[in-house]
C-alpha cells in the first residue's frame, strides 16, 4: 500500500524523535511491501522563526492532502513572547481543528519491565495499569471565547469560556463506548458536575449515549476524586472519557504513573480515516539536540497510525512487538533507566526498536 504522511518534526527534541520513528516505518515498509511518502511539515516556533507564523496556509494544506499526520513536538521558550495567535501551540490546535480531529486516544499501560520507574507503590502498580484516555480535542475552553478587557479602575480582567453542545459530547462519546466494546467493556465519564453546567449536559449525554450500549457499564467520577483515584487505584480504569482541558491534565497524571511520559503515544481522529499521531509530550528543549529522548512515544504513535488511519493491525502489533523486546533486552533511554539495564542514546533507541521489527 502507498500512503502519504504528513512529518512535522516541530521543535525542541521533535526532529530527533520523528527521525526514529521514521527509520522504524521505513523497516516495515520493507518487510511488508507499503511505500510510504513523507511530506515535510514545518509548523510551530520553527515556522515562526522562518515564516513569521506557526501554521502557514500552505503546510495546513499539505496536512490537510496528507493520509495522515505524524507529529513530533511543538513550542519553547525561545517563543514565549509572541503573539497568541502566532503562538506555536496553536499551530497543534489550528490543525486538529481544521481536520475535524475530535477524539483523543491516549493509552497509559504499564510495561511490566518498567515496573520500577512507576512513582506508584509496586503493591498499586501490582495489579496492574491499562487505561485509555478519551479525550475531547476541538471543543471546551480550549476553544470557547477568550476576553482580556480592561475595567474603568484600569484593572485587567480575562475570561476563557467552556463550552459544549450536545453534538460535540455525543461522538466523543461514542467513540469511548466503541472502544471500551473492544477493552474491558468499561467507560468511565469524568466531569464537574457538581459545579458547572457544561459538565451537567456532557453527563446527560453521556448517560444517553450509554443506553445503546447495555454491554458496556458506565459510571461517572468527578475529576477532583479522578485525580487522586488514577494515583490510589489506577487498576479500576478502563475507559476514561473526559472534556479537553480535564483530558488534558488528567493524561499528564495518567501516563506518569506508568514509569514515563516517554513512552506514550496517542491517536486523534474525526470521522475520516486521517487522523494526527503524536507523542503525548512536549518538546522537553531542555534536552532538544542532545540525543537522549525517549523515541519510543513516537514510535508507538507512530504504530497506531499503522493501526487507525492505514488498516494495518499487523504491521501495528510488529512495532508495538519489538518495542517491547527492546525493553526485554535491558535497553532503556535516560528517562526511565533503572539498575542494571543498558542505557541508549535516542538514535540507538530507534536502531534496536528498528532491528526487531
Ligand atoms: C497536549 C498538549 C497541548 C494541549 C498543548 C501543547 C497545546 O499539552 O497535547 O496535551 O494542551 O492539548
Ligand atoms: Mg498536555
Redesign the pocket.
Known sequence: MKKTIAVIPGDGIGPEIIAEARKVLEKVAAKYGHTFVYDEVIAGGCAIDQFGTSLPKEMLEKCLASDSVLLGA??GPKWDGVAKEIR??AA??GIRSALGLYS?LRPARLFPQLADASPLKPSIVAQGIDLMMVRE?IGGV?FGEKRTVTLENGERRASDEMVYSEHEIERVARVAFETARKRRKKVTSIDKANVLDSSRLWRAVVHRVAEEYPDVECSDMLVDNTAMQLVKNPSQFDVVVTE??FG?IL??EASMITGSIGMIP?SSLGEGTRGMY?P?H?SAPDIAGQNLANPIGTILSAAMMLKYSFDMPEEAERIEQAVSDTLDAGFRTADCMSEGMTRLSCSEMGDQIAKRV
Open positions: 511543538v513550542g506555536p501551540e497543534l490546535l483523543n480535542l480550549y479537553n482541558m488534558d493524561s499528564d496517542s503524536e503525548i512536549g
